[in-house]
Every structure is written in structure tokens, then in C-alpha cells.
């Protein structure tokens, strides 16, 4: 289940809680943007950075034995092969910001391990099984930013691209979509208006900002057809 469709049905998990701690009060437009294309055996998922984890982690489920993994870590942090569980190929750096690049044949552990140990770091990994691809730029995207105007062009989806035989994916993500489409573009507004800080945190910055859990609302613009349909859900 994506981190959009769990905050639809109140579930918050460690998944949901890293795609927020970026983001102050304000209103946050266009982001999380969805691009789906269905066919008949194979499905096209196009996306902005927030999925690239999740696709990753669902997609690694169906590696048999190893598979080859392209892609980098990118953080300030120094990051050493055995931290990682991975062997690196290289690594850039500019204004302090690090790039750790893969280029290695990996496990189904190897990739997971990835994700679920380093939630501070942007893990972008590009590799295929026998169910599904991904691809995935390896860039720092922008800083998120609040906006005062919506703009008139629709968002693009080009951070990710998942291909995947399994229906049940492209449902979890078109849950609230019209049946029977065959392309839709779906681009997601933060509107947060509180940040609730645990006791426990309050006296430090960083980890309040790790930990503050959004309230607000989350607003999901669906364009099917030439037509825009707009939904608001609890944040």
C-alpha cells in the first residue's frame, strides 16, 4: 500500500512518516504526482521521487536470487560499503551533498536493507525481475517549497518508472479513480495547518522535525478525460 492511500484510510507507518519531514505548515502544491497508463499485460506507473522507496521495496519482493541494481545513495552523511550491506562503484559530491553510486549485482536483503536502515538518505535504485522494472533518476529533487498560486500546467511525472504486471498496484494507486480508465494523472496537495511534536522531542530541533506528525489536509487532483476531479481527505 503507497504512503498517499494510507493516509487515506488513517494508517501511519515509518513509510509515511519520512515523506513529511521536509515540509513545515503551509500549502505544498503538486506534489506526489501519479501517472498511470494500463495495458493489457503491462502497466506504466510514472511518478515524482516520493514513491521511489516504496517501488523499490515492493518490487525487490520478487527478486530471485540477485538482480542487477543501478541507482546511489544520496546524503550528507559518510557511508561506508559495510554500513551500506553493498558494494559501491563510485562517489560525487557537491555543497557538502553526497552521492554513494550502486552498480551491483544484489539480494532481495540487500535492497531492503537499503531502504528500511538509511530513512534519512534518498535511496534511488533502477533494476528489473521477471514481474515488473524500475527506473529511477539519481538526483537530490527540489527542496519542497510552499505555494501561494496554483499553477495552470499540469505537473510531470518523470522521476520514476515502473512497469509492473501486478493490477493490484496500479488499483492501490487509482483507488478513488472512475473504473475502466486507461490513462489518468493524479498530482497531490500537503495543506498542513498544525505540527503535533511529541513531549519527548520538543527540546530538540532535529528530532522534532523527524517526529512531528502534519494535520491538515491532503488534496488529490484527479485529471481523467480533459476533466479535473478534486478530492480532500484527512492529513
Known sequence: M??????????????????????????????????????????????????????????????????HVTGGVITTQKLTESEAGVPFSGMKQFAGVKTFLIDAELTKKQVQDLLTKFTSALVLLSFKTDEGELKTKVKNPKSAKATNKESEELPKADFCKFKTKDMSIVEDFAFDVPKGFTKVLIAHSFDITDLEIPKEYEKDFVTARLHAIRRGKLIREIHLDGKKLVKEYKL
Open 2 to 67: 503507497n504512503f498517499i492511500r494510507k493516509i487515506v484510510d488513517g494508517k501511519r507507518d515509518e513509510w509515511v512518516q519520512r515523506q513529511f519531514t521536509r515540509y513545515g505548515k503551509g500549502l505544498y502544491e503538486q506534489k506526489a504526482v501519479v501517472q498511470i497508463i494500463k495495458g493489457k499485460k503491462l502497466s506504466s506507473i510514472s511518478t515524482g521521487f516520493e514513491f521511489s522507496g516504496e517501488f523499490a521495496y515492493q518490487l525487490a519482493e520478487t527478486i530471485q536470487g540477485k538482480t
